[in-house]
């Protein structure tokens, strides 16, 4: 017997791992102690959370 798991995900999901993705570029490029790091890390966070998991990682 094999048993099929089918994941589904939403528009928004995918908007959200767009912008993790576009979020996870513009770090790479940014000083950690430079301005606007921190709100960006948090944006990411919050997309982070919403979806349950790091897209990225």
């Known amino acids: 017997m094999q048993t ?3 994941a589904t995900a939403t ?5 959200d791992i767009r912008e993790a993705r576009r979020l996870a570029d513009q ?7 430079g301005l ?16 349950g998991y790091d897209p990225i990682s």
């Open 27 to 33: 770090l790479k490029n940014m000083l950690p102690d």
């Open 4 to 6: 099929m798991i089918q």
């Open 36 to 51: 606007g790091y921190r709100m960006t890390v948090r944006q990411y966070e919050e997309i982070v959370e919403r979806l």
């Open 11 to 15: 528009d928004q999901d995918a908007a």
